[in-house]
């Protein structure tokens, strides 16, 4: 039986797809709002410092599972079909809210010139640096929406390098762990800017829900007290209650179909029990995170689109980042550590643009809290013991 | 600095304890099938060389070391789990360690003198081990893997079979990580 039309279909329930569904939805558009993975609570994560979403030594609790390999490419061009935990991988968990029921939370604004970077740092060989087609002020009114609808912590007045935000963050910081002590002072001593970092957690009981309650289980982890926020805790659900959106979870997208003009028609997917289904649609929004949204679009091969969905110039799938940063760690005459989740607290960015010699730039911040697994096969260096 | 170098030699007879002591800890068998040894994947020989590998990777000094902790057991029962599809290349690797022990030293890796086994080691983490078999299996690779199970037997959860008594998070001062919100459910503190 074919299924009854809708306005529009979600593809990816995460930090894209919930807020979409539930603008739509209040909007008053019927929506479907597909997504491949469960929907968890914090119940059904058992805190497992080897198997969780951010070691995945022994498997992701919030998947995605071993059906879902990825090809990955070597330097020297070589392909290689690897697994979810692999580290190349760059996994997103895959389940209602993706990353954002597991992630560290933190909430960055991009800054003026990260929205000009060709204009601040010209053509830069070998790369495609462009500018964006909007500014920071087109942007600004939605950042300032999302932190108060879904709940931002923190406070970067102290922050000079980035604009004045026009209304303050919904919610104080949390209050400073020991390593904050530490390093507020001494960033200042060194003419440094250190600021409480904006992130997406209750420190105070905000929208229905209470206050973080500083356990070490948080990166990596659904929070136990749901103080950490995702569109899992905040828009989805605000979209399921307009009555307009039906969220159908364990359901894989298989292609955006089209029709014979080249409108698109719909989604096709696997639903829960493996059989293929089409929901059709006026409208379709890919936002199934960076890489399973081009791998969709590049499924989705017709006679008028041999090549994917909008991938006429061949750049669907290139140049995407995981999420890779790095860091330093040294050893102290006196204790910096208190347990005190989720860890990182305190940045600077004063290095995120102005470095000569370099395009571009990055905060500094302290670290999450780390398990000793962690600890010990992430310090690594020249001298140190393997 | 290489870490096997930089620990204390093991004393033979420590060795053979521990290695007593991890065989005791692994008796409960699950899950690849009955072996006839009371390892779920490893064989009797196979572990005992497992455990004197781990053990000069994280041996006993005033704490306990790897094998006491139960890394072998660790490693034996996720090779019947999550590491499955890394059954052959430690079946290979621990046959492999042998063969050069025995091409270095002409005895069991078990066997060696402690240095002799730091120098097995470093000649296999750095890929240039003699032995026949190290043509269709990685050395390094396999060093690779020995180190990281090592350190996650050692320092990851109990409940996956190492850090036996949460010997570790002791060495840490690190208190039992508790679950706050639902202490109920949360494994019960041993002492």
Known sequence: ?386 | MNLVESRLPLSRRSFLQAAVAAAAAGGVSVGCGRNGTPWRFFTVDEARTLAAITDQIIPPDQDPGASWAGVVNFIDRQLCGPYKALQQTYRTGLTGVDQSSRGLYAKEFVDLASEQQIDVLRQLEAGKVPGAIWKQASASEFFGYLVDHTMQGFYGDPRHGGNREGVSWKMLGLPYPPIRGRQQNAPKQKT
């Open chain 1, 1 to 386: 039986m074919a299924l009854k039309h809708v306005n529009a279909v979600v593809v990816g329930s995460g930090a894209g797809g919930g807020i979409v569904a539930k603008e739509l939805a209040e909007a008053g558009l019927s929506v479907v709002l597909l997504e491949r993975g469960k929907w968890f609570t914090s119940f059904d994560d058992r805190k497992d410092d080897l198997r969780n979403q951010r070691t995945s030594a022994l498997g992701a609790s919030f998947g995605p599972d071993e059906r879902n390999p990825r090809v990955y490419a070597d330097n020297s061009g070589g392909e290689h079909v690897i697994p979810s935990n692999h580290w190349a991988y760059s996994n997103n968990a895959a389940c209602v809210g993706g990353g954002t029921l597991s992630y560290g939370a933190m909430a960055w604004r991009y800054m003026e010139k990260d929205f000009r970077l060709r204009s601040t740092y010209g053509a830069v060989e070998g790369s495609t640096l462009e500018d964006w087609p909007i500014s920071y002020s087109d942007l600004e009114p939605f950042y300032e929406k999302a932190e108060w609808e879904i709940g931002v912590s923190g406070d970067d007045s102290g922050n000079i390098f980035c604009t004045r935000r026009r209304r303050a963050l919904p919610m104080p910081p949390l209050a400073p762990n020991r390593s904050f002590k530490i390093l507020e002072p001494a960033a200042k001593r060194l003419g440094l800017h250190p600021f409480p970092i904006p992130m997406l957690r209750n420190s105070v009981p905000y929208n229905g829900r209470g206050a973080c309650i500083r356990c070490r289980w948080c990166v990596g982890y659904a929070c136990e007290v749901s103080a950490k926020c995702g569109t899992q805790n905040t828009v989805i659900p605000r979209a399921i209650d307009t009555g307009n959106c039906e969220l159908r979870s364990e359901c894989i997208a298989k292609e955006v179909v089209t029709d014979e003009r080249g409108r698109v028609r719909g989604v096709a997917y696997f639903d829960s029990a493996g059989r293929l289904q089409e929901q059709t649609s006026d409208l379709v929004v890919v936002s199934c995170s960076a890489v399973e949204s081009a791998r969709l679009l590049l499924n989705s091969k017709s006679r008028l689109f041999p090549n994917g969905l909008g991938n006429r110039y061949d750049w669907v799938g290139r140049n995407l980042q995981g999420h890779s940063y790095t860091g330093a760690a040294g050893l102290f005459e006196q204790e910096t550590y208190d347990d005190l989740g989720p860890g990182a607290s305190i940045a600077i960015c004063d290095f995120n643009h102005g470095n000569p010699g370099f395009v571009g730039g990055g905060l500094l911040a302290n670290e999450f809290i780390r398990s000793p697994y962690q600890v010990v096969t992430g310090v690594t260096g020249e001298g140190i013991p393997r």
